[in-house]
């Protein structure tokens, strides 16, 4: 056996940039000679007889993200801020973001908050043509004593981890993460809205970096965290939504991404999401198989408030079981306060749309809502499946109702106008 000629390859790229400027990008092939082949040997991955191989010594530690290694460069240039009732969703970011980068060899860099713009990127980065990214989408919110509060922030990055290792992208310490990004939050504290129903959205994102046009593994990474200061997702406020059932463009599978946070799938939606309001419809519910179960409503997870065949009161959201629904923080709330409550029964199952529709034949279907961070509780009135529609009383969006009653609940806890363990003080 003989060890193939050019060893150990290696393509090391450096982006030289400064400020304003489009940056140069240079590269280089660094080949193992003769000389010191063996002595690196015990180093590195290196090819035998056409098959990659590690060598048999163990690979030292590499770092974690460490809050205490933080750096903070503050901008020299404030961005100008958009009066609150001005605000949108994702439009306006804020003066700086986090910033933390990873490589096979060394773990995770020192982390750090510079003023937010442009990130320069090798033009082989996995991200652009793998789309090896993953995201989270958390909340923070001034309560009426100025105090910052986050929102079940640990659950995020539990999730932000489970996301990035179903994408062999690298784990992180969540609570040292998490430590850096309330930081981030006191450097533009005067950016988040202190109107009630508006907030900080907080966008951590981690991809590939690696400069490699073959699909590896990850061997070189970066997170951002990124702000906007945010009003309602939906501006009609708390007004039902009108949904179109898809069957054809299908957001998850099994054994797919549906319950991470992926890119990919929020982007291939789009088209559905096109030909929903074309229909008059605000955003699509998703289905999938000959059974058509439901999946999720948008970007929202779907729950269902009912009366089953037994006569029993309920309120069903599909199950995270088979790997197609992402397991959102406000669904999970939902879920904990609904069986805290105990005005009926929570059930999380496979659900066949065939079985909303028996429902609403049956005429015992009473309210009918979408969760996530950005919409928080959304009421649908509507539901147009093949040449059916389907609605929801009335009764639904008035006051007293349990959607309402969960709005005004979990509003309360994230603005601290609730005592709650869920709510953090930064």
């Known amino acids: 056996s003989r060890i193939q000629s050019c060893t150990c390859i290696k393509s090391s790229f450096s982006l030289e940039r400064s400020h304003g400027s489009t940056g140069r990008i240079s590269s280089g092939c660094a080949v193992a000679q003769k000389g010191t082949e063996h002595q690196h040997l015990s180093q590195r991955t290196f ?9 048999s010594s163990t690979p030292p530690p590499t770092a974690d993200i460490e809050f205490a290694k933080l750096k903070v460069q503050r901008t020299a240039r404030p961005l100008p801020k958009c009066p609150d009732d001005q605000l949108g969703f994702g439009k306006v970011i804020t003066d700086h973001m986090l910033k933390v980068q990873w490589t096979a060899a060394q773990g995770w860099g020192a982390p750090e908050i510079c003023p937010a713009g442009p990130v320069g990127l090798h033009p082989f980065a996995h991200v652009f043509h793998y789309a090896i990214e993953c995201y989270e989408g958390m909340k923070a919110y001034v ?3 100025g105090q910052t509060r986050m929102f079940r922030p640990e659950m995020n990055m539990k999730r932000f981890n489970d996301s990035s290792s179903r994408l062999c992208l690298p784990n992180f310490n969540g609570g040292e993460l998490l430590e850096c990004i309330k930081e981030l939050l006191r450097v533009d504290r005067e950016w988040i809205p202190t109107k009630r129903g508006y907030s900080m959205y907080l966008r951590p994102v981690i991809f590939s970096t690696t400069p490699w046009l073959g699909l590896t593994q990850c061997s070189e990474a970066m997170i951002l965290v990124l702000m906007s200061p945010v009003g309602p997702y939906f501006k009609s406020g708390f007004v039902p939504i009108k949904l179109s059932v898809d069957a054809k463009y299908i957001r998850a599978w099994p054994g797919g991404t549906g319950n991470i946070k992926y890119g990919g799938n929020y982007g291939s ?8 309001a074309k229909g008059g419809a605000s955003q699509s519910l998703y289905v999938y198989d000959v059974d058509e179960f439901v999946t999720e409503a948008g970007t929202m997870n779907i729950f269902f408030l009912w009366t089953n065949t037994e006569g029993v009161k ?7 079981a088979d790997g197609t629904i992402l397991p959102g923080v406000t669904r999970q709330s939902v879920i904990d306060l609904a069986i805290e409550w105990g005005e009926c029964t929570v059930a999380e199952k496979m659900l066949p749309f065939a079985e909303v529709a028996a429902a609403f034949e049956r005429g015992e279907v009473w309210e009918i809502f979408g969760t996530g961070t950005a919409a928080v509780v959304q009421p649908v009135g509507t539901i147009m499946y093949r040449d059916k529609i389907f609605s929801v009383p009335e009764a639904a969006f008035q006051p007293g109702s349990f959607q309402l009653r969960l709005t005004n609940e979990l509003y309360g806890i ?8 869920w709510s953090i003080v930064l």
């Open 314 to 320: 309920e309120l069903v959201t599909p199950t995270l």
């Open 414 to 421: 994230q603005y601290g106008e609730i005592p709650h363990p």
């Open 143 to 145: 309560d009426k004593d």
């Open 47 to 55: 090819r035998f007889q056409g098959k990659a191989h590690m060598s």
């Open 269 to 276: 939606t789009v088209i559905s999401q096109k030909n929903a």
